[in-house]
């Protein structure tokens, strides 16, 4: 008697032995695959046991062996590798070939094709013949080999024809990074295998194992004393030069002041992590922000990002017209989404994005000390729209610590992803503060979440295999690269709509609330109340302390105060009418001879000779940076809403961990972009 698990054809089957028979197996774990013949009959094919044998007699007294078994409902074959050899090839069946499977064999296919279809046939059979040896003798690799041979070729003739222009050391930077990429992984073996040659073994042994551990505390506190002096001489050099700019230093003291008061468990913080991610982030504004070199290259990605998005111009001419630029927010802007997400999702297909998740995830492991799951879904936030890095990481979720997850939905909330660039440009941001600050808001994250959820136990995964398995699940995910492009900007129609929602909903949702404050206002005397004039106040210290001019200081407070209360988007669009106030000021000042007056009520400016007024005013260059810098993050009551539903879904029995920790997420994101915001006044 047997139950069937399986196909018709073929599948596994438990073999259920007579009752005599079934006493002498019970102590025995067996695995039976049968296959049905013709006439529906089980046939043995395989069998796996673990323990000892035990012989099987039947009811005759007579040993019954499993092998022997098989011969007997197989006319005395035999047990072979027969069965499983026909499977493989069958398995190799070419689609040429399956198709003759249709006419019953190959010699009747053969004999009723004409000589033209023989010779195509005759020509497919060739090429499939050629294309198996070639891919036997490279080992697979055929088409890699193809295109390396295509692009060095390509390489000499470009490099001879024009060297020394931008376009040229660009062709140059690229291939030496695809070289190193191509490389890391024979030399990373290579050393392994010499390291393995020269000790003897893979791992160190208890005794040498002691003295590295020994070694490392002695270099960590000279790369504590180093890295000190190094912030410390800089900041000195800087505060002779600039001494304005040091009003941001006690700015990022208090911020994390703030996250040890929110504590979990302050006895617990690991002061090792705190130090090098302001460390991080204190060598990647004085990159980015000091040094020549730095800033070059800043504003060189920033152009590389806009000719990459002048791409949708044509798109938006093609499916809106000519004229989407009047109404550049919902044709203009919001597609740059779709076109975005299509090629990062293209890049992940192709492992691309992978590799430089991992990259940044590793150095921020070497130097934080961090989960590679959670420096993992950091640098995912650099590049993803903070679901989608939350998304990514969905297999692991139910696994994380308590701090962990706290930083992965911090990472949510601090991270702007590389998805919204394209709008945001659109809107008139500058990339030239937006690229940095998607870097220097990761191990502010980190600074935040550790010292508000500490690490109290070691965490499950610590291995260098997740981001293998993350890309892995990632790429299987799409059938080809035309599904990831289709997929990818599929995908982003969702944010899309939440976009459009959010700005024509909250827009409105703020005006009536502002209309109604004013007339709750104007009830006790105050005139123009309003959620800008409310926030300008609360937030006006925080503003201070991240070094803003004093005369921008509300202003700067009420966009913070859009970005807490409502969304980052709305504080960018109006940073974004702010710049343009100033653009019309400067105008009105230089046709004006910089004798023109002007009228201020409020945060509002009237440009008296032309009669306009600048709706709350302007903001200077330099706190346009440090704001732009703060903005970088949807550390929002939305955001927030959004990311808890996300979580409940993929993790339903954390959801009152997770609600529980959604107002301290929000804090925690905002204090780490705070602190970014810091780090862009030190050195601007």
């Known amino acids: 008697m047997s139950s069937h698990n399986g196909d018709s054809s073929r599948g596994t089957y438990h073999v259920n032995y007579p009752n005599d028979a079934l006493a002498q197996v019970a102590n025995r774990e067996q695995d039976m695959q049968v296959e049905m013949s013709n006439m529906g009959e089980p046939k043995l094919v395989s069998m796996r046991h673990s323990g000892h044998a035990h012989p099987i007699h039947d009811k005759n007294g007579t040993l019954v062996d499993g092998f022997e078994q098989v011969n007997m409902h197989d006319n005395k074959k035999g047990f072979s590798d027969e069965e499983d050899t026909k499977k493989d090839e069958d398995e190799e069946l070419s689609e040429f070939e399956l198709e003759l499977d249709d006419h019953e064999d190959k010699e009747r296919a053969w004999q009723e094709a004409n000589f033209i279809e023989r010779g195509i046939l005759l020509l497919q059979h060739g090429c499939r013949k050629t294309h198996r040896f070639l891919k036997k003798i490279t080992k697979g690799h055929f088409f890699l080999i193809v295109f390396l041979v295509c692009f060095s070729v390509y390489f000499i003739l470009a490099m001879n024809y024009r060297f020394g222009d931008e376009g040229s050391h660009r062709l140059l930077g690229c291939t030496i990074v695809g070289i190193c990429i191509w490389v890391f992984p024979y030399l990373k ?23 590295w551990t020994k070694a490392k505390t002695i270099i960590r506190w000279i790369m504590y004393f180093v890295m000190t002096a190094i912030m410390v001489y800089v900041c000195v050099d800087e505060g002779r030069k600039k001494p304005r700019n040091m009003r941001s230093l006690p700015g990022i003291a208090i911020f994390l002041l703030i996250a040890l008061l929110c504590s979990s468990r302050p006895s617990k913080v690991h002061w090792h992590t705190i130090f ?70 293209i890049l992940y297909y192709l492992g691309v994005m992978q590799y430089i998740i991992r990259f940044i995830g590793n150095i921020l492991r070497f130097f934080l000390g961090v989960s590679p799951i959670e420096a993992m879904s950091v640098s995912a936030g650099i590049f993803l729209e903070g679901l989608a890095s939350t998304m990514m990481m969905r297999p692991f979720l139910a696994k994380l610590t308590k701090s962990e997850m706290f930083t992965v939905m911090t990472g949510c909330m601090s991270s702007l992803g590389g998805g919204y660039l394209g709008i945001l440009a659109a809107f008139g941001v500058s990339l030239e503060y937006l690229i940095p600050a998607m870097l220097i808001s990761a191990p502010a994250t980190f600074a935040i979440c550790k010292i508000m959820v500490p690490e109290v136990r070691e965490p499950d995964e610590d291995n260098s295999a997740v981001a293998d398995q993350l890309g892995a699940e990632e790429k299987s995910k799409y059938l080809n690269i035309f599904d990831a492009a289709q997929t990818g900007a599929l995908s982003m129609l969702p944010v899309i709509a939440n976009v459009i929602v959010v700005a024509y909903s909250f827009f409105s949702a703020v005006t ?53 209360g409502v969304y980052n988007v709305i504080a960018f669009l109006k940073l974004t009418e702010m710049k343009y106030n100033k653009a019309f000021y400067d105008q009105y000042m230089l046709a004006t001879n910089f004798t023109g007056t002007i009228t201020k009520h409020r945060e509002d400016i009237t440009l008296d000779g032309w009669n306009k007024t600048l709706n709350n005013g302007f903001i200077s260059d330099r706190s346009e940076a440090i704001i732009t810098y703060c903005l970088c993050g949807f550390s929002s009551a939305l955001s927030a809403a959004l990311l808890m539903g996300l979580i409940f879904i993929l993790v339903p029995k954390r959801k009152k961990w997770v609600n529980n920790a959604a107002i301290p997420a929000i804090l925690a994101g905002n204090l780490a972009n705070c602190m970014t915001g810091c780090f862009a006044s030190l050195f601007y």
């Open 276 to 345: 090098w991610s302001i460390a991080l982030q204190f060598i990647c504004a004085v990159f980015v922000l000091k040094w020549k070199f730095g800033k070059n290259s800043i504003v060189w990605i920033q152009d590389r990002f806009t000719e990459f998005f002048d791409n949708t111009d044509e798109g938006s001419k093609l499916a809106f017209g000519d004229t989407y630029k009047d109404h550049m927010m919902i044709f203009g802007a919001v597609p740059l989404i779709l076109y975005t997400n299509a090629v990062f999702t």
């Open 189 to 211: 073996r290579f050393v392994l295998s010499m390291f393995k040659k020269l000790y003897g073994s893979d791992h160190l042994t208890d005794g040498h194992a002691e003295k």
């Open 512 to 564: 009536w609330i502002n209309h109604t404050l004013g007339w709750f206002g104007d009830r006790v005397g105050v005139d123009d109340l309003s959620i800008e004039v409310i926030a300008s106040y609360i937030l006006y210290p925080v503003a201070y302390a991240m070094g803003v001019e004093p005369e921008d200081c509300r202003r700067v407070a009420m966009l913070m105060g859009y970005r807490i």
